[in-house]
């Protein structure tokens, strides 16, 4: 059974990024790896995360 833990994660994300981050964990639950099946479906449930991406990475 898959388990996601966002647990300190999300404390200092902004409440717009707390969307892409939960987005992104749920498909990790699909796909473990951040290869080409990964960004397809992040592309199809999230079609802006790129843009969120950069700003969380900073």
């Given at each position: 059974m898959s388990q996601l833990h966002l647990g300190e994660i999300i404390i200092d994300v902004e409440q717009?990024?707390?969307?892409?981050?939960?987005?992104?964990?749920?498909v990790h639950l699909l796909v473990r790896k951040h290869n080409a099946v990964f960004r397809a479906y992040m592309n199809e449930y999230l079609p802006?995360?790129?843009?969120?991406?950069?700003e969380l990475n900073r």
């Open positions: 717009k990024n707390i969307k892409n981050i939960v987005v992104h964990e749920m802006k995360w790129r843009c969120c991406k950069d």
